[in-house]
């Protein structure tokens, strides 16, 4: 059971320990660790989404009533590869109107900032690439770095539906991206630290699901729109933008919009379930399979909202977004501040 | 103050909400909506024009192609109207028939309705959610004609052919699972939060306006006007049914999408009358295959479609093909109003009013 628990981290062990008997020095191999940690991260997003998309069919068509895709394998499952592979050989089309520069960066700088999400998250016990200290403000911030890819490729494209629906992407984001952060305040008041690991040992008793129930809501909603899926799909909104921001985008750059937004949604889910489900923590199972089996399941969440929820309009959008989330979350670090001094009180 | 610029968009006619082939030429100011101008006539198969060049009996079919989404209505209005211009005495069962087929059309029309409305505001599970009801009203078309979506089963002085038995049982089964079906609606889309926001208030149109732009049918009633040709015109047996004309009071989306849904039970409680008053007998007239109407004879007869007022207009030269052939399209009528709902709106009110004002582009175009 202990070898499972440690698998990974035994093998990073073991994999320096061996570069150090080659005569690599320390440092040398712990750059080398690191770059195979990178490949580990592609190779787990990868994985993960084709799985992932695979996932979202099947669910909507349970939802819809439908049995989904189930030509290609077992049920389906290498639908997802057919697509990805379809995307891969298809023609590269750059509209020749378009800002050449910012409409081929764009989707590779979605797709960069997202794989870095990864960098923090805490995978299973002692699983993180880096251990930042202010690990949660790094995700939150490089989580709204994306607009600006979005952005770039709206206005790049040259496009009006394009440009309606960065713009709309920018509106959204920055009025989301304060009840986002506020919701995680509460989190970080409890632990008195942004440290991921931290707020993982933390959680040590209790989750903060259970402590933090409002922020938990909160922070799904604005997540939900942080991640641009529906209710809060507006940039893309295909019945209104056509295809918004992605409008001009075809073949392996589209590919790269979609790959980004899913990983995007899966390190969420990870984050989501690290701060308030008491990440890789759990039972007789090994720690890494915990994150996994939470963070499926709070996509599970995820899909069941989109697929069941018509799109919000954008000036509600907005309105909800200063009006309910921002004030709720203001209230919920008040109560937090009260119950901690109250609590600290009777603990002495 | 910041210098704007107006942005004219085109919607359509390629576009996942345009319904068709419909091409909305909207100007924006940011994302509210300056104007909204419909183009139609990019489904133009000059429907009218075909007519004079068919024998009576030839251009049923044709007919069906207009408002292929509840595609019994404009058959039975286009036969009737040739009925009544040869003088055609119709079967009492062939009557019934037609009632029965007619309402399943406007359910299957306003379910589809729903549907589209679910998908063109993102909430793509309402559309499967309806696809699948209707799903059952093609089965029963397919039952009795062959055919699921143009099913061309009336003829003129009756129908095709007799009722199938199994189609009896089915329409029983499916009248009585129409209050099942309503209450899943509710449940996934009226209930929702987020689908009232979307439509309540949105799209006001006023009753003086609208009978003013000459719309009718779900969209003139859900402005509080009580008007259905069914009542106020009875024309076939219309008159031998117990059913209420639901009215809106507000004229929105909202109300646009109310009135169908309670139309749908109002059909359904049609069509539970016709299936209990249905006679045996005689389905179809005797009348000659080629017949020459009166020349200089005109007749104009409307019926109440899916979308509206529903009319054909035939003129006779004494041939045995209409002289001239007009059809007044409530989706082209109804479609006119489309600026004037949208003006001041958002553009993602445009969606939601094309969708409600339920335009159906083969027969906005013809």
């Not at chain 1, 539906?161 to 509460?186: D, F, K």
Request: proline share 5%.
């Amino acid at each position: 059971m202990q070898k499972i628990e440690t698998l990974f981290v035994d093998l990073s062990d073991w994999f320096i320990a061996w570069l150090q008997s080659l005569g690599v020095p320390l440092a040398w191999a712990d750059a080398i660790l690191l770059l195979i940690q990178f490949l580990c991260i592609v190779g787990i997003i990868l994985a993960n989404i084709t799985i992932l998309i695979w996932l979202e069919r099947k669910v909507s068509g349970f939802i819809q009533q439908r049995p989904g895709p189930n030509r290609l394998g077992p049920h389906g499952v290498f639908q997802t590869v057919a697509d990805a592979l379809k995307l891969l050989t298809k023609e590269d089309i750059i509209p020749s109107k378009t800002d050449r520069l910012i409409f081929i960066t764009a989707p590779i700088l979605f797709m960069t900032i997202s794989v870095m999400l990864y960098i923090v998250l805490p995978m299973g016990k002692d699983m993180q690439v880096v251990d930042l200290n202010v690990g949660l403000f790094f995700f939150i911030s490089l989580g709204s770095l994306t607009t600006i890819a979005l952005l770039m490729g709206g206005w790049g494209s040259n496009n009006k539906w394009s440009l309606l629906g960065a713009m709309r992407s920018v509106a959204q984001m920055i009025s989301y991206e304060i009840p986002l952060a506020l919701s995680l305040m509460g989190v970080v008041m409890i632990t008195g630290s942004l440290r991921l690991s931290d707020i993982v040992a933390a959680q040590d008793n209790v989750w903060f699901i259970l402590l933090q129930p409002i922020a938990f809501i909160t922070y799904f909603i604005a997540a939900t729109a942080e991640l641009n899926r529906g209710p809060f799909d507006m940039p893309e909104a295909e019945q209104e933008l056509t295809a918004g921001a992605y409008t001009e985008y075809s073949g392996m750059r589209y590919a790269l919009f979609f790959l980004a937004e899913y990983t995007n949604l899966v390190a969420v889910s990870a984050l989501l379930s690290t701060l308030f489900l008491g990440g890789w923590q759990g039972p007789w199972l090994p720690s890494w399979l915990w994150i996994i089996i939470k963070t499926y399941l709070v996509m599970f969440l995820f899909m069941w909202v989109k697929w069941t929820f018509p799109r919000i309009r954008m000036d509600h959008l907005m309105a909800f977004s200063w009006k309910v989330l921002i004030p709720v979350t203001l209230v919920n670090i008040v109560a937090t501040g009260f119950g901690l001094y109250i609590f600290k009180g009777i603990g002495g | 103050m910041l210098q704007t610029e107006q942005l004219t968009i085109n919607i359509g006619p390629q576009h996942p909400s345009a319904h068709g082939g419909l091409h909305v030429e909207a100007v924006l100011d940011g994302e509210v909506v300056v104007d909204a101008i419909p183009h139609v006539g990019y489904v133009h198969r000059s429907v009218e024009k075909i007519a004079e060049s068919r024998t009576y009996a030839q251009f049923v079919p044709y007919t069906a192609r207009l408002d292929y989404l509840g595609t019994h209505l404009p058959v039975i209005g286009y036969v009737q109207a040739v009925e009544k211009l040869a003088g055609i005495e119709v079967p009492e069962r062939a009557e019934y028939i037609r009632v029965i087929m007619g309402e399943l059309s406007r359910i299957a029309s306003h379910q589809l309705f729903i549907g589209s409305l679910a998908i063109d505001l993102g909430a793509t599970t309402g559309l499967l959610y309806c696809m699948r009801d209707r799903e059952r009203i093609m089965d029963m078309f397919e039952m009795t004609s062959g055919q699921r979506l143009l099913a061309a089963y009336m003829r003129i002085g009756g129908i095709a052919e007799d009722l199938p038995p199994e189609f009896l049982p089915a329409v029983r089964s499916f009248v009585r699972d129409i209050p099942k079906m309503i209450k899943e609606y509710q449940g996934l889309l009226y209930g929702n939060e987020i689908f009232q926001a979307r439509l309540k208030g949105i799209g006001k149109l006023s009753a003086q306006d609208a009978i003013a732009y000459g719309v009718t049918g779900p969209n003139l009633r859900a402005c509080g006007v009580s008007y259905d040709i069914r009542k106020a015109e009875p024309y076939g047996i219309y008159d031998r049914f117990d059913f209420e004309i639901p009215v809106g009071s507000n004229g929105d989306a909202w109300d646009r999408l109310m009135v169908r849904n309670e139309e749908i039970i109002q059909s359904g409680r049609i069509i539970e009358q016709a299936l209990d008053q249905l006679p045996e007998g005689e389905i179809r007239a005797k009348v000659p295959r080629v017949f020459k109407p009166e020349k200089g004879k005109s007749v104009y007869h409307r019926i109440e479609g899916a979308k509206g007022e529903l009319g054909y207009y035939i003129v006779s030269d004494g041939g045995e093909k209409p002289y001239r052939l007009h059809v007044r399209a409530p989706s082209f009528v109804n479609l006119m109003a489309l600026p004037l709902v949208s003006r001041g709106g958002l553009v993602q009110d445009i969606i939601v009013n094309i969708a409600t004002l339920d335009p159906v582009l083969g027969e906005a175009d013809r």
